[in-house]
């Protein structure tokens, strides 16, 4: 249960600055090449791995008490 918490925040995070970093591309780029976040496959990505982290984030309840799980959700913080 904690590795699945520990491994769930970590991808949150991960995924978190893969969106941030598509945004931040499509932001730099001309007004003209810029597209929509939809159509950039690195958001594609982070948001892929967003919803793997919070399954095994969800999954991590069931094999340990909430009271270890939901602190663990600082690693996404930290990170």
Known sequence: ???LALGGNILISV??????????????AATATAK????NPIWWVGLILMAVGETGNFLAYAYAPATIVAPLGAASVIS
Not at 15 to 28: D, E, F, I, P, R
Not at 36 to 39: D, F, R
Request: charged residues 5%.
């Open 36 to 39: 929509s976040y939809l159509q």
């Open 1 to 3: 249960g904690i590795g």
């Open 15 to 28: 995924s978190l600055n893969t969106q941030k970093y598509a945004h931040n591309q499509n932001a730099v």
